[in-house]
Nanobody, 116 residues
């Protein structure tokens, strides 16, 4: 049974930082490109960052480039997202999944709220 469990969200002031984690189980994590996605009410879920399985090539949405860093530890089956210089518009529920995403894999996500 596949499980993706996100954690690390919270309330932070603009300019602050958070580090999200995603623990994966039930599939061969190291074999797949993984991504962080986010969603706000009324909007479609969007991909914000991805990282390939072996070469660790990364890609970012323009809105987070230079502020967010995606990484992974294949030995721990864990995906990370370091978020710096957070902005109000980064407020969302953040999810991890494969890229492209598998519908049945979506977890509960972790809420990130940027507010002064």
């Amino acid at each position: 049974q596949v499980q993706l469990v996100e954690s690390g969200g919270g309330l932070v002031q603009p300019g602050g930082s958070l580090r999200l984690s995603c623990e994966a189980s039930g599939f061969t994590f190291s074999a797949y490109t993984m991504g962080w996605y986010r969603q706000t009410p009324g909007k479609e879920r969007e991909l914000v960052a991805s990282i390939s399985s072996v070469r660790l090539n990364t890609d970012y949405a323009d809105s987070v480039k230079g502020r967010f860093t995606i990484s992974r530890d294949n030995a721990k089956n864990t995906l990370y997202l370091q978020m710096n210089s957070l902005k109000l518009e980064d407020t969302a529920v953040y999810y991890c999944n494969r890229k492209p995403p598998i519908g049945a894999y979506w977890g509960q996500g972790t809420q990130v709220t940027v507010s002064s």
